[in-house]
């Protein structure tokens, strides 16, 4: 796990502000129109991250033009199903559907910025807990309202992170799943119904493995 100075030199190098900020607030784009997918995937393995399998328009996808239609809008809250969405790989390409990369295998979804306060203190609680469940539970992060995908690379690398990481810099999630400010962590069954949703940081790495053995059902 990297250091909190490690931490701090990064996201002082990422243009944070002093903390976060209303959810919707997105960041123009200072890369331009982005990498391509070779040049993503480069950045994205240099960072330690793994891949995002399901590209949008394969068969585990099937709904994305539902998605983006925005058919599928809705409340990502506690005992509802997830609402489809599409969303781009961090570095921004390939296109994935969200529940094709949960795959039906229960997940923690986490939503950060690296302008958010409390999404650096809870950092290392997520790299800590996703070692100790791999193979169990997946992850996935969210990199939401981002100026550049260089700086959630970035944060993503020196968080010690290495599941899959998207990226929402337009705010999609703001109207497809409520988000109203970060960080939020979804817990998704295998099924895709919503165990659990908090807004806000985890006081502890031990809340969070309590939550995840109660609500996913895994030790």
């Known amino acids: 796990m990297r250091s909190g100075r490690a931490m701090a030199a990064v996201v002082a190098g990422c243009c944070l502000l ?3 900020v209303e959810a ?3 960041r123009s784009d200072d890369r331009g129109a982005g990498a391509g997918a070779a040049e993503a995937s480069a950045a994205r393995a240099s960072a330690g991250l793994a891949s995002c399998d399901v590209p949008a328009g394969s068969s585990a996808s099937a ?19 997830l609402p489809a969405l599409t969303l781009a790989c961090i570095g ?16 923690v ?3 950060w910025a690296s302008w958010c306060r409390p999404c650096r203190a809870e950092a290392p609680m997520m790299a800590t807990v996703s070692r100790e469940l791999d ?3 997946g992850f996935l992060g969210i990199d939401y309202g981002e100026r550049s995908s260089d700086d959630g690379i970035g944060f993503a690398a020196a968080a010690g992170w290495t599941y899959p990481q998207l990226e929402d810099r337009d705010a999609v999630t703001k109207s497809a ?6 960080p939020v962590t979804l817990l998704v069954r295998a099924d895709g119904t919503v165990a659990r949703r908090l807004d806000g940081a985890w006081t502890s790495a031990d809340q969070l493995r309590r939550a995840v053995r109660e609500d996913l059902e895994v030790s």
């Open 24 to 26: 919707g607030q997105t």
């Open 177 to 182: 799943w409520g988000i109203t400010g970060l």
């Open 135 to 137: 193979g169990k539970v």
């Open 109 to 111: 979804i986490t939503m």
């Open 63 to 81: 709904s994305s033009s539902a998605e983006s239609s925005g058919a599928a809008r809705g409340r990502a809250v506690a005992g509802s199903r």
């Open 18 to 20: 002093s903390g976060c």
């Open 92 to 107: 921004g390409a390939p296109q994935v559907s969200v529940s094709g990369e949960l795959d039906g295998h229960p997940h």
